[in-house]
């Protein structure tokens, strides 16, 4: 399976941060084959507007089925959504720790976004 954390610098044993649209890196790992990939998601840090759908269509082009952060907003969880992209909130330490969260079910699956649009 593949699944994107957010973070805030390239690498498996970077903080996860909190924002999902203006996260400034996504860590990309594959469960199946272990391999681990970083992004950069500059583009979107200073966007005034569409950071969190910009993100999630980068998301799914890169060819993630869930992602792991702590918080997301309503346009991003609308279009990881329709990318069939699963979104669990509340990640929290190093990206290394948010995917054994996911692993011992301590993140909830999201239904909703958590936050209003246009958090910072």
């Known amino acids: 399976m593949k699944i994107i954390i957010t973070s ?14 203006r996260a400034k ?4 790992v594959d469960t199946e084959i272990g391999e681990t990939s970083s992004h950069d998601n500059a583009q979107n ?9 910009q993100a999630a269509q980068t998301v799914a082009r890169l060819g993630a ?12 969880f609308t279009t ?12 929290s330490g190093t990206v290394n720790e948010a995917i054994e969260q996911y692993r011992n079910n301590q993140l909830p699956l999201a239904t909703k976004a958590n936050v209003d649009g246009h958090w910072v």
């Open 45 to 53: 840090l200073n966007a005034s507007q569409g950071a969190g759908i």
């Open 25 to 28: 890196h996504f860590v990309l």
């Open 80 to 91: 990881l959504h329709a990318a069939n992209i699963a979104v669990y909130t509340g990640a």
């Open 65 to 76: 089925e869930a992602v792991l952060t702590g918080h997301v907003g309503p346009k991003a």
């Open 8 to 21: 805030e610098s390239p690498g498996p044993g970077s903080r996860v941060d909190p924002r999902f649209g």
